[in-house]
């Protein structure tokens, strides 16, 4: 059985947009810009032997505000840069109420049986309430990302900046 590390993309590989007044998913490639951390991540659980596997919603897609061609050029960039060894979206929005988006469990699911993965030595990492409930649903221990977005949300296992996962992982 194979560990691995789930990584939500948006706010965690790669920054947020500021936009209508809140912070969200870029719609651009020109927009599209890895986090600091990001690097360090994956190369860091990569040497300790972890799959490093994305677990994004992309609801963009369905809502016609993100094209395809623009979503697969972001995914080349992940792959490209970071240690990344899958790429899995749910391109639906809320009202498809499909198995894959979070907060529900389906990608991770999904994950685990192509890449017979040991949920119970893995980990999520995500940066909002659906990543942390997603991780609870598919039984994984998980990190949130501290954000001033996040704030009302009740989670034990916050960390500060990515490389704050380095005290847990080993």
Request: glycine share 6%; aromatic share 8%; with cysteine.
């Amino acid at each position: 059985m194979n560990k691995a590390i789930f990584l939500d993309r948006d706010g965690i590989l790669n920054n947020l947009i500021s936009r209508d007044g809140g912070f969200y998913s870029p719609r651009e490639l020109s927009d599209f810009g890895l986090s600091a951390d990001s690097s360090d991540l994956t190369s860091y659980t990569k040497s300790l032997g972890y799959l490093n596997i994305v677990v994004s919603n992309q609801p963009d897609i369905a809502r016609g505000l993100l094209k395809k061609s623009e979503l697969d050029a972001m995914t080349e960039i992940l792959l490209s840069k970071l240690r990344i060894d899958d790429v899995l979206y749910c391109v639906h929005d809320d009202s498809d109420s499909c198995d894959c988006r979070k907060p529900k469990a389906g990608l991770i699911l999904e994950a685990t049986k192509k890449w017979e993965i040991d949920l119970s030595n893995s980990y999520l990492i995500g940066d909002t309430w659906k990543d942390m409930e997603a991780a609870k649903n598919a039984k994984v221990n998980s990190f949130l990302l501290d954000r001033v977005y996040n704030q009302d949300y009740n989670c034990d296992s916050r960390i500060n900046k990515l490389t704050d996962v380095f005290n847990f992982l080993g």
